[in-house]
C-alpha cells in the first residue's frame, strides 16, 4: 500500500514539472520579427492594389530587365516583348491616394551605426523626380427609381479616376529619398514622362499608375539594342547591395478582360 501511494505521489510531481516546462516561455525567432510579420501579413480589406506600367518603343526585339523598389520591398516586374511593356503590381493601404516616383541608376544609404535610415540619391547624380495624386474617384450613378439595369450593375462596380502629374520635383538638400517613394532604376534621360488619361478600373480593389514612357529613340541614343541590355545588366550588378536590404515581394497577377484574378500580398 505504502509503494502504491510512493508512486502515485512521484507520478503526480513529474506531471506537474512536465506541464510547468511545457508552460515556460521559450524564445523563437518568430518574437525576433514580430514586426517584420506584422508587416508582410495581408489585410485585404485596408489595402488595394497599385498597378504600374512602363513602356518601351516597339523599334527593340526584347524589353530589358529593370529594378522596382518601395517601401523596403523589390518588385519584380512581368516582361511582355510582344507589347514592348514592363508591368508590376504591389499592395498599398487604399487610403494612400498621392505617390512619388523617382527614376534613378544610383542609390546610397545613409547610415549610423551599420542601421540603414534611409535611402538618398548622392550629390551630383541625375534623377527624374515626379508625384502623382488621385483628383477624383467616383461611383458610376446607380439607382433610377429603384431599379437597377443589369448594365447598370456592371458600372457600378467601376471605378473613375483621375491622376494630377507633377514633374521636375526636387529631393532635399541631403538627398533623401521619401520613404513611400515608388524608385524604379532606370537612366532618367530615358524617360519622356507619364501618360495620364482617365482610368477606368473593374471594382475597387485596384489602382492603375500614369503609364511611364521610355523615349522612342532609344536605339539611336544608345547606339544598339545590345547596348541597351549590357547597361541594363551592369546596373542591376550594382544594385546587389540595395537588393539586400529590400525583401521580395511574391505575385502572381493575371489580367483577364481588366479583372483581377490574383492580389500581390
Not at 523589390?74 to 505617390?99: G, V
Not at 535611402?119 to 488621385?134: F, M, S
Not at 514633374?167 to 532606370?186: Q, S
Request: proline fraction near 5%.
Amino acid at each position: 500500500m505504502m509503494r502504491k501511494q510512493w508512486l502515485s505521489h512521484n507520478l503526480i510531481l513529474w506531471s506537474i514539472t512536465i506541464c510547468s516546462i511545457l508552460l515556460i516561455p521559450t524564445f523563437s525567432y518568430t518574437f525576433i520579427d514580430q514586426t517584420y510579420s506584422f508587416c508582410k501579413t495581408p489585410n485585404y480589406f485596408n489595402k488595394v492594389l497599385l498597378m504600374g506600367s512602363i513602356q518601351y518603343p516597339h523599334t527593340i526585339a526584347k524589353v530589358p530587365t529593370i529594378r522596382i523598389y518601395c517601401g523596403g520591398n523589390k518588385i519584380k516586374p512581368e516582361i511582355n516583348d510582344e507589347n514592348k511593356k514592363l508591368t508590376f503590381a504591389l499592395p498599398i493601404y487604399r487610403y494612400q491616394t498621392s505617390f512619388y516616383l523617382l527614376f534613378t541608376e544610383t542609390i546610397d544609404f545613409e547610415t549610423e551605426e551599420n542601421v540603414v535610415l534611409y535611402l538618398k540619391i548622392p550629390k551630383n547624380t541625375l534623377y527624374k523626380l515626379y508625384t502623382v495624386e488621385q483628383t477624383k474617384i467616383s461611383q458610376t450613378p446607380t439607382e433610377k427609381n429603384n431599379e437597377i439595369s443589369a448594365t447598370d450593375k456592371t458600372e457600378q462596380q467601376k471605378s473613375h479616376y483621375n491622376w494630377l502629374i507633377k514633374e521636375n520635383m526636387l529631393l532635399k538638400d541631403n538627398g533623401r529619398i521619401p520613404d513611400n517613394a515608388l524608385i524604379i532604376c532606370v537612366n532618367p534621360t530615358y524617360i519622356t514622362g507619364l501618360e495620364e488619361e482617365g482610368v477606368i478600373i473593374e471594382g475597387t480593389s485596384a489602382l492603375e499608375l500614369p503609364k511611364i514612357i521610355i523615349r522612342n529613340d532609344l536605339l539611336e541614343l544608345v547606339g544598339s539594342e545590345e547596348t541597351i541590355h549590357e547597361l541594363s545588366t551592369k546596373l542591376l550588378l550594382s544594385l546587389l547591395d540595395c537588393d539586400a536590404i529590400h525583401a521580395s515581394i511574391p505575385q502572381e497577377i493575371n489580367h483577364r478582360t481588366q479583372t483581377i484574378v490574383a492580389l500581390a500580398t
